[in-house]
């Protein structure tokens, strides 16, 4: 296989992989609570309540959304790097509050995994 089809068909495998919605997704939401807590920092008094709200209300979000992520099953294997890079990247405060929240996700990837090789195996067998 060319590395033009290898790049077709892994762009076509991605457009159909939720996975990346959900990165983008907590990707916005990270930017939102920082950019909230960047400005509540600059603040005091009932200026910097109003602020520190609207920070608790993005971080709740975005907590909400990071037990999403860990969550995610992605459906192809461009997905699965894509995952666990970003996991891979993210600062404490992105991730999940439970401490165990690696082994949920890792189990996802394994499952994720186990699922896009037997959907090869079955392609191949019907072949």
Do not use: C
């Not at 920070?55 to 992605?74: K, W």
């Not at 959907?119 to 072949?127: E, H, K, S, T, V």
């Amino acid at each position: 296989m060319s590395s033009q089809e290898f790049s077709t068909r892994s762009t076509a495998a991605a457009d159909r992989d939720l996975t990346f919605v959900v990165i983008e997704r907590h990707r916005e939401l990270s930017a939102h609570y920082d950019a909230a807590m960047s400005i509540s920092a600059k603040l005091d008094g009932p200026e910097f309540d109003a602020a520190d709200e609207i920070s608790s209300q993005r971080n709740h979000a975005l907590a909400e959304h990071a037990n999403v992520l860990i969550r995610s099953t992605p459906t192809t294997i461009a997905g699965v790097i894509a995952l666990i890079r970003y996991v891979s990247s993210l600062r404490e405060w992105e991730l999940p509050d439970d401490d165990a929240w690696y082994g949920v996700f890792l189990e996802g990837l394994a499952d994720a995994v186990d699922g896009i090789a037997m959907a090869q195996r079955l392609g191949r067998d019907g072949d």
